[in-house]
């Protein structure tokens, strides 16, 4: 059972480039999320996905977009890439406990990706 | 904006120590859980304590949930140096068509043997 994972977990871009980070998950998980990682800064929800088909911002969207075509996966993409998107990028899925209900359950982690922009 | 907010951000412990880490958040949330990040890896879930809870046990781990201050707690009792790590809550709100987490910026823990 391969949870979480992300590809790729290393990569260097030049300023200006895009790239797509790719999360698949096999555990039948409604929610997907993606957080960047900064030292000092915890973990910030950049977007997030409540089902195949949608994809809402959290709190840090600018210069990122996302897409949940289908269940498993969920793609990071930076269409023109910079500095300030140096961090370490991670996925995570999970699923509501009752549908439509009260409580979400807990987040299963990747590997994370490190990114560098130069 | 909801993002929890753990206190200390750095706490250095000798080995047998109990570790107490804080975490304050600031809306109403459906639960609250406790992840641990080994350096360089993902996180991964401790426990989870419902907003209807006040005190959860989970083997070395105590959590308390106070939702009148906004407040919870992480005990490690007994502390060993394979504790050693970053912990983080994190809190679940209900958003836009389902659940949002968010995370707070991490206690870093050093557990000395």
């Known amino acids: 059972n391969a949870g979480v994972t992300q590809t790729p977990k290393f990569r260097v871009l030049k300023t200006g480039q895009s790239m797509t980070l790719l999360c698949a998950q096999d555990?039948?998980?409604?929610?997907m999320y993606w957080y960047r990682q900064d030292p000092g800064m915890g973990l910030r929800l950049i977007h997030y996905?409540?089902?195949?088909?949608?994809?809402a911002k959290g709190e840090v969207p600018d210069g990122y977009n996302v897409s949940r075509l289908k269940k498993q996966n969920f793609l990071l993409g930076l269409e023109s890439a910079a500095p300030s998107q140096t961090s370490v990028y991670f996925c995570?899925?999970?699923?509501?406990?009752?549908?439509?209900?009260?409580?979400?359950?807990?987040?299963?982690f990747g590997q994370g990706t490190r990114l560098t922009v130069v | 904006s909801q993002q929890g907010e753990e206190d200390p951000q750095a706490l250095s412990i000798q080995e047998g120590e109990n570790a107490t880490m804080n975490c304050s958040y600031k809306t109403s949330i459906n639960n609250l859980q406790w992840y641990r990040q080994n350096s360089g890896r993902g996180l991964v879930h401790l426990i989870l304590i419902r907003s209807n809870e006040r005190e959860k046990h989970s083997g070395r781990l105590r959590v308390t949930l106070d939702t009148s201050k906004k407040s919870s707690s992480l005990l490690i009792t007994a502390s060993r140096a394979a504790d050693t790590a970053s912990y983080f809550c994190?809190?679940?709100?209900?958003?836009?068509?389902?659940?949002?987490?968010?995370f707070g910026a991490g206690t870093r823990l050093f557990v000395k043997a």
């Open positions: 994190a809190t679940d709100a209900w958003a836009t068509g389902g659940f949002k987490t968010i």
């Open positions: 996905s409540v089902g195949e088909g949608t994809t």
């Open positions: 555990m039948n998980h409604e929610y």
């Open positions: 995570a899925s999970s699923y509501p406990r009752d549908r439509g209900l009260s409580e979400n359950t807990e987040a299963f």
